[in-house]
């Protein structure tokens, strides 16, 4: 079950009608928990580090969160709380807290009652953090308040055993508990508590299709983001690895439970009690083995991409898409660290497809795309990425409204800092520039590039204030490019029909 990406994200006691401290200091607000002060600088507020849920420790490792203890005295957010714990990887030094429980908050400094956008991070399920998106520039320009999340990842996210309740599903809990913090608390701050805009992108786009087929997540947002992750997303044999297994992001219950089982028979546990007892360190060995939700479960009763087909998902307006070279940075690395091989792609397409592998490579042959890497990373890109996208958005624009796009700049500011071995073109994750500074750095945009982010944010802000971006709805698919605007035919482009 393990994944290996590469990128790169409660019952409350509510106080309806929270208020700001005086009006002679912008930086401290009163939440229903206690008071926060944090920073005011230039345009923005910036609130860093509230608990929106007791740390899950101790006992708590494995349960569902709890509410966060109130506290007395103006709380200093001015720094982030510590990130869940996960190995080294998008975080350089990784973290080792299970105190992490923590969201941020960025806000217009114009008065007003703000559209909310709750931010859920990617990073496979395993990696990541709210703090690594810097939400200013979106907050500002786009006149929303702005929620960054942490929830838990990995084998303290979604670790399953059988008989243990909650098993698989810790991590999507905790996203609900944050949910239900905003709906109580972000009128303090000049957000609408009515008017919430759940988004994410990869892994944080599946827990948003998780949330709309929730059972639990009914009445906590009022529209929906999916930024390159949907219902569907799943992968075939050597997709992005040699050697990797087929399967969907979600798994069913009793496949998670049983990889549990095995695990804490390898940690010297015969049940769940022995394990909460395991310090953090031991346990990080099985950090990427848990990275998929389960299914079958309280949070999913069912399969999301069947729930979406079956109508049995909250109808809310859902704003859906994808970047045009979804696969290219794991391509980039196939073999060994470099790109794929001719020879590595022959091998890989008769091991994935068989008797199939000479249509396969008729739709995909190197002579077409210029390449063996970047004919699988087309393939990658259609079957795991643009056509489960697509599928993800016809089920769910035959009950609500539905707006589809495409980003599709050819040359995005880089993500990593190593030169890269092969164009990268509009690859996964290169579109979160337009909406934040990541890590820590701003991007450096061309004009035009500059000109696309704010046209992003200006129509990602209208369609959490309205429901509604600008365009036509679903049928019709909007590629953003600096250079162009407007439709682009993106089953032909990916090839959905020779997928379905």
């Known amino acids: 079950m393990e994944r290996r990406w590469l990128v790169p994200l409660v019952a409350a006691a509510l106080v309806a009608g929270a208020t700001t401290a005086a009006a002679a200091d912008e930086s401290v607000v009163r939440t229903g928990y206690g008071a926060v002060r944090g920073e005011v600088s230039g ?48 975080l350089p030094a990784g973290s080792d807290s299970e105190d992490c429980l923590y969201l941020n908050v960025t806000t217009p400094s114009k008065a007003g009652r703000k559209p909310v ?9 395993f990696m990541g953090a709210g703090s ?21 990842l990995g084998v303290f996210g979604f670790f399953g055993m059988p008989g243990l309740a909650g098993s698989g599903t810790f991590g999507l809990r905790d996203q609900q508990a944050a949910l239900r913090w905003v709906r109580g608390n972000i009128a303090a701050f000049g957000g609408d508590p009515r008017n919430v805009t759940l988004a994410g992108q990869s892994a944080g786009a599946m827990s948003v299709c998780a949330q709309l087929t929730s059972p639990g997540a009914a009445g906590l947002f009022d529209k929906a983001v999916l ?6 997303t799943g992968w075939l044999d050597n997709f992005e690895y040699r050697h990797e297994q087929e399967a969907t992001i979600f798994q069913p219950l ?7 089982a095995e695990v804490a028979h390898e940690l010297g546990c015969a049940d769940v009690a022995c394990l909460r007892g395991k310090p953090v360190g031991e346990l990080m060995a099985q950090q990427q083995a848990f990275s998929q939700p389960a299914y079958g479960t309280a949070v999913l009763p069912s399969y999301p991409g069947d729930a979406v087909r079956k109508g049995q998902f909250h109808r809310v307006p859902v704003l859906s898409g994808t970047t045009r070279d979804e696969a290219r940075p794991w391509i980039a690395a196939y073999d060994h660290g470099a790109p794929m091989s001719a020879a590595t792609f022959e091998t890989v397409l008769g091991e994935t497809f068989g008797v199939r592998a000479g249509a396969v490579r008729a739709v995909y ?55 890269p071995q092969m164009d990268l073109g509009a690859q996964h994750a290169s579109d ?18 500059q000109r696309l982010s704010e046209r992003m944010i200006h129509d990602w802000s209208a369609f959490a204030a309205t429901g509604d971006p600008g365009w036509p709805r679903f049928g019709h698919v909007q590629s953003l490019a600096p250079d162009r605007v407007g ?13 379905r």
């Open 227 to 232: 930024q390159s992750g949907s219902c569907e």
């Open 432 to 449: 979160l520039w337009d909406f934040f500074d990541l890590g820590g750095r701003a991007p450096k945009f061309t004009e035009a590039q």
């Open 487 to 499: 439709p682009v035919d993106l089953v032909r482009e990916h090839h959905c029909d020779f997928w």
């Open 365 to 419: 042959s190197p002579e077409r795309y210029g390449s063996a890497a970047l004919a699988w990373a087309a393939l990658v890109t259609d079957r795991m990425w643009s056509c489960t996208q697509n599928s993800t958005a016809r089920g769910l624009a035959a009950r609500t409204r539905v707006f589809e796009y495409e980003f599709a700049d050819p040359a995005p500011p880089k993500l990593s800092p190593l030169p």
């Open 117 to 125: 956008v709750v931010w859920v991070h990617g990073g496979g399920f």
């Open 132 to 152: 690594n998106y810097d939400a200013r520039r979106f907050a500002e320009r786009g006149d929303v308040v702005v929620v960054t999340v942490n929830y838990r």
């Open 43 to 90: 345009h923005t507020r910036v609130f860093e580090g509230i608990p929106y849920a007791a740390p899950p420790v101790g006992e708590g490792r494995w349960r569902d969160p709890r509410p966060p203890r109130r506290w007395d005295g103006v709380r200093d957010a001015t720094a982030p709380g510590p990130a869940c714990a996960q190995l080294p990887g998008e």
């Open 254 to 260: 009793g496949v998670v439970a049983a990889h549990g």
